[in-house]
């Protein structure tokens, strides 16, 4: 399951006390359900407006886009509507690296960035939007499930793209996990990263959550997991 947001006044915020960071590894399942023909965030990391790490659409189409600041660091692959992406990126010390692939697709695409800021403040997390509900933001009309980041953190592209074949995470220390199996506020990372209950007005939506071409051990592996949440 993935959580579904139609609206301004859907969405997920966090509060984060992490300060200023060189590195920064976000992992997510997405899929766009309706063109809004605007940037539409996914996740929105941030201390100001002026200062954030963001990853959205584009608005010209479907193009997944990695921000820092106002800057498009990297524009990625053309995302089809109604299609879920494992989406991971890495971003360290202004170098910045985003892997993609469709739930039915036989492979990654990988870009990378480089010029942005060296650090960033780390002190709101937005899932969805890129301010709080109610207020606007660039919301995204759609599903969103299976976010993990890891702070002081640059995964490898390898890394990254090992953590579309789980659901839970892949590697240690996660600064916060949220599955989105269902409509919850728990940070899974144990950091109390817990999202506020008014929060919670979002939708549920079908999710298969690893890649179609999985092995049976690999579901297996899942089944393992999902038993654990």
Known sequence: MGVRTTASTQNYFRTLTLGSQTK???????????????????????????????????????????????????????????????????????????????????????????????????????????????SGGLFLNGCVGAVKGWGRVGMTVAQLQNGAWSYTPKYSNPTFWYPLLRTETTDYAGNGYTIPLEYIECFQHNFQPLLATKSAAKVLDCLRELDTL
């Not at 940037?39 to 941030?46: F, G, K």
């Not at 991971?88 to 892997?99: H, P, Q």
């Not at 492979?107 to 800021?117: C, D, E, K, L, R």
Request: hydrophobic share 45%.
């Open 24 to 134: 920064f590894s976000v992992t997510c399942w997405v899929k766009v359900s309706v063109d809004r023909a605007t940037n539409c965030a996914v996740w929105w990391i941030q201390s100001s407006t002026s200062d954030f790490l963001a990853l959205a659409t584009n608005s010209a189409d479907l193009s997944m886009l990695f921000f820092e600041n106002n800057v498009v660091e990297i524009f990625g692959p053309l995302a089809t509507l109604g299609t879920w992406y494992f989406i991971g990126v890495s971003w360290d010390a202004g170098a910045s690296t985003m892997t993609m692939r469709a739930l039915n697709a036989s492979s990654f695409t990988t870009q990378t960035g480089t010029g942005g800021p060296a650090t960033h403040t780390c002190t709101s997390l937005f899932l969805s939007n890129s301010q709080a509900a109610g």
